[in-house]
């Protein structure tokens, strides 16, 4: 079952017009007939019948909607966080450990003719992990009416992936400015108004230089992003076209310039990323790395009296993010 509804579920997400089994039927029906399947009712049963298929297979109905959201949770992350972040997915209870290579080079030293007194010197890399904690959030649907299709099955799968995927990305752009404390002091600047373009092509010298001579990748909001500008007298026709049309440079100073998405935080109106950040980063490199432990649980919620067949549900999910013990990057804030 597991993997042809995955292959729904993400066709049903992505809008995919197909039909499926014998009868040609919608995503949206073909996932209905699933659940009726799954509850041994015909399609159609309502009241007192469906509440006991219910309560007899629940857990089966609850494997349906996690293994719709793990199928598309992963495509709703990489979409929007795929140039900072690798994701990696493991069992419950399985441990990853990271490599955390020693980069640092040899020191050559000074040393007598015929002597062999110099200092040795360590190349061995260390290893960490990541630790995970359990996340959750409480919903419910009505289930008769999703069975007769007045919910919107797609929208509902949606919103619970989508949810988790904003608390991840949260995590992400925390995570990063948690980090902005153990930074090499020649990796980061604070300064007020208009980015100083000096001291930013300062920073990526010293990021192209730790990184084996990468290009370097300037990243921040489109706002952020738009106070990187050198003089306007400087700008050409085309740098000054193409500020007006995106709102910031594509390229200043040798730095590509690449706007992150905006999101909010879960239920607020807050920009989950400031304005006021710039992350400079070795082209390709990411500097985060997200571990998924298992997939995502659906057990019983608090249940409500109700007149209708309203399932009461927690969805959790287990996952932790954490930057890149051995990766190099800067960070330019800028204050007003």
Do not use: C
Request: hydrophobic fraction near 40%; proline fraction near 2%; glycine fraction near 8%.
């Amino acid at each position: 079952m597991s993997l042809n509804l995955k292959t729904l579920s993400k066709d049903v997400y992505e809008n995919r017009v197909q039909e499926y089994g014998a009868d040609g039927v919608s995503g949206q029906d073909a996932l209905r007939n699933l659940f009726y399947e799954k509850l041994q009712v015909e399609p159609g049963t309502v009241g007192n019948q469906l509440h006991r298929a219910f309560r007899k297979h629940k857990e089966d109905v609850y494997e349906i909607i996690d293994v719709a959201v793990d199928a598309i949770l992963p495509t709703i992350l990489r979409n929007q966080f795929d140039s900072l972040a690798n994701f990696h997915d493991i069992q419950f209870g399985q441990e990853l450990r990271f490599s955390n290579p020693n980069t640092n080079l040899f020191r050559v030293a000074n040393m007598a003719g015929g002597s062999q007194d110099i200092r040795r010197q360590n190349e061995l890399s260390g290893s960490y992990k990541i630790e995970t904690e359990w996340w959750g959030a409480a919903t419910y649907i009505e289930f008769e009416q999703f069975l007769s299709g007045m919910v919107d099955w797609n929208a509902y799968v949606n919103k619970v992936a989508e949810s988790f995927a904003v608390k991840i990305g949260e995590r992400i752009y925390d995570t990063i400015a948690a980090s902005y404390d153990d930074i090499r002091a020649s990796r980061k600047h604070v300064g007020a108004g208009t980015v100083d373009l000096d001291k930013l092509t300062q920073i990526a010298r010293h990021v192209r230089t730790a990184s084996a001579g990468k290009a370097v990748t300037v990243y921040g909001t489109a706002a952020a992003l738009s106070k990187v500008a050198p003089d306007a007298t400087l700008l050409s026709d085309g740098m000054k076209d193409g500020l007006s049309k995106v709102g910031y440079l594509g390229t200043v100073n040798g730095l590509n310039l690449i706007a992150l998405p905006d999101a909010y935080r879960g239920n607020t109106e807050e920009f989950a990323v400031d304005d006021n950040t710039l992350l400079l980063i070795p082209s390709a490199e990411k500097i985060i790395d997200v571990v998924n432990e298992g997939g995502v649980q659906t057990v019983d919620g608090e249940s409500s009296d109700n007149t209708g067949l309203q399932i009461d549900m927690n969805q959790r999910k287990k996952f932790g993010v954490a930057t890149r013990q051995a990766s190099v990057y800067g960070v330019y804030k800028i204050t007003a």
